[in-house]
């Protein structure tokens, strides 16, 4: 019985030039990356092993994609050294809550305000306002 010769396996061709991304869209690309990063880097040193409070609010809870992003936001500051605490900001639901409940409230510089039950915010009693609300 006579063998037959099977033909090389063909090599992948070069990808067309319609896949390919202009050297200068690269070196933008690159470019930009590296200006965030040394725009972010004296915060990433600021606060490097520092515990971070972020509030994840109600409207961001509500969209899929809000929701994927800030997800990826904390992994991304747990990884840069930062220890993230999410806190439920809610205030959407909250406020729908408060409106069955007849409780009312005001948004003051977006606090949600219930002094009569609550008393007033820590910082506010204390000085000890965070830096990202003055």
């Given at each position: 019985?006579?063998?037959?010769k099977?033909?090389?396996?063909?090599?992948?061709?070069?990808?067309?030039?319609?896949?390919?991304?202009?050297?200068?869209?690269?070196?933008?690309?690159?470019?930009?990356?590296?200006?965030?990063?040394?725009?972010?880097?004296?915060?990433?040193?600021?606060?490097?092993?520092?515990?971070?409070?972020?509030?994840?609010?109600?409207?961001?809870?509500?969209?899929?994609?809000?929701?994927?992003?800030?997800?990826?936001?904390?992994?991304?500051?747990?990884?840069?050294?930062?220890?993230?605490?999410?806190?439920?900001?809610?205030?959407?639901?909250?406020?729908?809550?408060?409106?069955?409940?007849?409780?009312?409230?005001?948004?003051?510089?977006?606090?949600?305000?219930?002094?009569?039950?609550?008393?007033?915010?820590?910082?506010?009693t204390?000085?000890?306002?965070?830096?990202?609300?003055r």
């Amino acid at each position: 019985m006579a063998k037959t010769k099977t033909a090389p396996a063909k090599s992948k061709s070069a990808a067309s030039p319609k896949d390919t991304v202009p050297l200068a869209e690269v070196f933008e690309s690159v470019h930009a990356k590296a200006k965030v990063l040394s725009e972010a880097l004296p915060f990433m040193q600021r606060y490097d092993r520092e515990t971070v409070v972020v509030k994840y609010g109600g409207h961001a809870m509500g969209d899929p994609e809000l929701s994927r992003d800030f997800a990826r936001d904390i992994v991304l500051l747990k990884q840069a050294g930062v220890n993230p605490v999410v806190v439920h900001g809610g205030g959407p639901q909250i406020g729908k809550l408060l409106e069955r409940l007849n409780i009312k409230s005001e948004l003051i510089s977006s606090f949600l305000s219930m002094l009569a039950i609550c008393g007033p915010p820590p910082w506010t009693t204390t000085g000890l306002m965070p830096d990202c609300f003055r």
